[in-house]
């Protein structure tokens, strides 16, 4: 293999973990910011537990999404690498 190959597949490979990132980031401020802050008033219409909806996306919500955008982001990276590594193993034995 040579090197502009090699180049090109990093590339590639670091093309697909940013735009996995950035969608999830979209995701957390939508979340965070949007749910917590900028529709608040529109949340706090609804009532879960007792206490308005926007301010438990506030103070529980965001914290929850934020960790569940951690384990999408590890187990999509796991096969994004996987999908990677079985790529270069099968162009390593030609």
């Given at each position: 293999?040579d090197?502009?190959e090699?180049e090109?597949?990093?590339?590639?490979?670091?093309?697909?973990?940013l735009r996995?990132l950035?969608?999830?980031?979209?995701i957390?401020f939508t979340?965070?910011?949007?749910?917590g802050?900028?529709?608040?008033?529109t949340?706090?219409?609804?009532h879960?537990?007792g206490f308005?909806?926007?301010?438990?996306?506030?103070?529980?919500?965001?914290i929850y999404?934020?960790?569940?955008?951690i384990?999408v982001?590890?187990?999509?990276?796991?096969?994004?690498?996987?999908?990677h590594?079985?790529?270069?193993?099968?162009r390593?034995?030609?």
């Amino acid at each position: 293999m040579d090197g502009d190959e090699r180049e090109r597949r990093d590339t590639e490979y670091w093309r697909e973990n940013l735009r996995l990132l950035g969608a999830l980031l979209v995701i957390w401020f939508t979340s965070s910011f949007g749910l917590g802050i900028l529709f608040v008033e529109t949340l706090n219409r609804v009532h879960v537990g007792g206490f308005p909806l926007g301010f438990w996306f506030a103070q529980q919500g965001a914290i929850y999404i934020f960790i569940v955008l951690i384990l999408v982001y590890a187990l999509w990276m796991d096969r994004i690498d996987a999908r990677h590594l079985e790529a270069d193993a099968s162009r390593d034995d030609v």
